[in-house]
């Protein structure tokens, strides 16, 4: 589990910079025979793109520096079980591994909502550890939300007595 709690560590930086551009704080890293080949992190708003999920911009780092859209024998740390899209996407680039911070009960697509992964009507499952720093993953997200939900208040207030 050191390993795994070391890898998440890094997930967690990545997701902190996410945090810094107002994003939804989640990071994640990708690992090949123990060495992080990958990171990304959440730049949907920054790049004003759908598709800027961390483990996508992840996966397409990873695959270049592979030079092979292949990525067996990887892990992906991820700090937010992954949305069916990436659940997708991880299942296509036939990574063998993900290991996962906190589970998303609304949205998540690896064992909360559905399982894509481990589904085996499909041509690859991937292996799934859950739990991982959960709590500080979790509290990441619940602070980023909390101030969120803070600064929408605050700008209510003030548009509140500009008119």
């Known amino acids: 589990m050191e390993k795994h709690e070391k890898y998440m560590k890094e997930a967690v930086r990545q997701a902190k910079k996410a945090w810094a551009l107002d994003e939804v704080p989640i990071g994640c890293v990708i690992v090949c025979e123990d060495k992080i080949i990958a990171r990304g992190y959440n730049r949907r708003n920054t790049d004003k793109n759908t598709l800027a999920h961390a483990e996508l911009l992840a996966i397409r780092k990873a695959s270049r520096k ?12 991820v700090t937010l079980e992954p949305c069916q899209m990436c659940a997708g996407a991880l299942v296509q680039s036939r990574i063998s591994k993900v290991v996962i911070g906190s589970m998303n009960p609304k949205a998540g697509c690896c064992g909360s909502v559905l399982n894509l992964l481990q589904m085996g009507q499909f041509n690859h499952q991937v292996e799934v550890i859950r739990g991982v720093l959960e709590e500080i993953c979790s509290d990441m997200l619940s602070s980023f939300f909390k101030e969120l939900r803070e600064k929408k208040k605050a700008k209510k207030e003030t548009e509140k007595f500009d008119n």
């Open 66 to 77: 592979l030079g092979d859209w292949r990525l067996e024998g990887c892990t992906m740390y």
